[in-house]
């Protein structure tokens, strides 16, 4: 181990292994609102402009919807596109390869333009599995019910009913996609238990399943008759007749040039705002997950739902820090690990809801019960050697290969020593309000994966998320062509930006005229300031 | 995450792109081209370590070898040279995995190359997920799919396996092609998915789903016990 690495461990305390008390519906309601992110008053703004508002936010999330374009005025547009499409996608994460292989299957001309390679994404770090009832005695239904009870009720029934009844159809379709699921001896997909459901219903490619997903995924894409442009985000949207959406202006990120694409349908699926860095936490999702497709559509007048509800894991890395906001998996809790504060007590029960621990961990940090880091963070000790000793020496290197592996790469083994954790920022609860076919409030503007809301309500079940990538992207890539087929030819010349002047115009009019950050960032800037 | 935190007093001598740079002990390479100024775009996809967009080379101070590296995931150490590599340049079968035939022979359609490997192993050495890569290319060409599938599980595509490879072949789309190829066309459909796609098919949730969606707000939340 390094020094820094060493010393840290010097010090810890005596873990004391009598289990907490458990929690009262009353206890858990208020402890919830005491400390989790999303119900606290500090760090919060109004939204003043716009479709949403009035509606209370994370200040990061005011700033990336109130923000002005990155395009200055006056916004002229080129005689001609430099493409015309009938389907854009904007997106190469999980739900814009799915839109764009089956568009493209339709015959439609399809363009993926994605901000760093095709599958550097949030799909691509998945690791614990998809949702699909089927197990026996399981069903579509229950499905249904453990969703909309985990989502607190605020969930678009209509959407989850397309969610739980197609989700199975597209599991096969990744089967014959030649995607490797864990089988169990009798050549079923093994099913594992996940948090929030009644029955085990995760299927999953050991820890790595996103990644078999984007393996094979962005393989059949990169073959398929789909033009893709990756380092090229879109930065804004172009503005048809009727206020309909008529394509995209992409930014080149080599040549820093803009590319102007005319298209007949724009399917947005530009994933999660993780990098945002809400709230100052860490974050789980890749180094492109910042907003813009939320963003970009809000200026259009489009609307959101829950854009006030996220997801904050409650097990991230904190030390050491360069490991920051790294996920470890629920399942490790599942299997026997245990959390215990600075004075060597656990503090809450580590198999209640992720919201709930997420929660604890923060309370028991804020009151001077965490453990400080050299940086001056805090955090709680999670144990993994408990379940060795329980399971039996080995388990932990069986079960968790990816942890043990990424651990040991920073000097800490996690076998022997607890990891030091932090809730970390991870997914986007809501999202651009949609229907089951993808549409938002803007016509021929489509929407698809995390970038969109309703479907997990307020709090989202391990799992949905990637299920709902396919089940989603599917529908939004076939609508896409049929809209597309349907729309009525405009000329280039009815194309422009107007949205964004007038959006900036209701901006200088509320707020008299002050400046207002620029977006989408596209990237966060971790350089050091004075470098 | 902020790469000017005082948690590393210790600096570190290392060199990146040829420059020589003083950085914090402790950081990883990515987070010492960020200390030092770099805009990295190429060569960054998810800082965790999965999609293998940070592939780099490396060598030690007084040390002949080569060394390689995924940037997001290792940490400097004094007297370190690196360099990323942005994009290594590999060839990929053109092929639709539904409409293989007779996967084992086709293989060598696709990807003739896999039977001219010379057994040197470097690929193996230098394999930043500790994969046997050599012996997934032999398992590919004996048509033992099951095992590459096994075997490369992990594979995060980083292509430092092509960079190494004396034969020049790109072992990590040659197990891509065996996996996908063992899981379409060898395995047998899983059981419990097919039984529950027919009975999806033959509507028996349909009812029920359809008696849940009629029901107003609040006897939904009620039927699904929603804890307020
Ligand atoms: C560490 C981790 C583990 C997870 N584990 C699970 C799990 O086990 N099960 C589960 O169901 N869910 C899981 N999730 C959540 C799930 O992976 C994501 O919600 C889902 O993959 C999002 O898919 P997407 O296609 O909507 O977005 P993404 O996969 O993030 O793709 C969006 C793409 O758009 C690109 N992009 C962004 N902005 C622009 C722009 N302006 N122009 C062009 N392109 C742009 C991005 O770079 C990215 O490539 C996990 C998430 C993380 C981060
Ligand atoms: S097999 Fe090749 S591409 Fe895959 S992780 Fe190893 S070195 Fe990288
Ligand atoms: S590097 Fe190439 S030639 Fe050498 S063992 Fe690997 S595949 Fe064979
Ligand atoms: S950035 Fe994805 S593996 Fe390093």
New binding site residues.
Partial sequence: MSDLVDSFYAHMPEFDETPPSALSPEERASLLKSFYPDYRPEGKATIRVGPNAGTVVPEEVATLLESRSRIEGPRLIPDHPDRDVDVLI????????TAALHASEKGASVLL????R??????????????SALGEGDSPVDHFRDTFRGGHGANDPALLSVLVQEGPQMVEWLISRGILFDRDPQGNLSLRKGGGTSRPR?I?AKDY??LELIRVLKEDVVNAPVEILEF????ELLQGPGGACAGAV?WDLDSRKYLYVKARTVIL????T?RLHLGGFA????????G??LC?AYRMGAKLVHIDSFQYHPTGVIFPSEMAGM?I?EAVRGAGARMYNRLGRRFVNELETRDVVASAIIRECSEGRGVPTPSGASGVYLDLASIDREAGEGTVLKRFPNIVKLMTRHQVDPTRFPILVYPTL??QNGGLQTDPNGHTSISNLLV????SGGLHGTN?L????????FVF?RRAGLEAVKESRERAPFSWKEVSMAHVDHFEQALAREFEGADRPMA?T?FPDYRRKDS | MDTSQKEHETMVHVSINGREYDVPAGSTMVQAMWYTGHEVIHGIGCL?GVCGACATVYRMKGDFRLRNALACQTLVQDGMSFSMLDSYPIQRAHYDVASLTDPKEELFTFYPESATCRNCNACTEVCPQGIDVRDSVWRANFGDFKAVAELTMSCVMCGLCVSRCIAEMAPHEIALYARRAYGAKELPFPTNLRTRLGEIEKGIFSKEMDRLLALSPEELKKECEVKS
């Fill in positions: 904007i997106g190469g994460g999980g739900a814009g390869i333009a994605t901000k760093l095709v599958g550097d994404s949030n799909t691509v770090m998945a690791e614990g599995g998809i949702q995760l999953s399943t996103g090229s985000p879109a930065v992409l699926a530009t994933g999660g993780g974050t789980s999702n890749h180094f492109g997950a910042t813009d497709g970009m996920l998996t991870h997914y698809a994966g995390e970038a989202r391990m799992g949905n998320s990637l299920l709902e990538l992207g989408p596209l | 965790g």
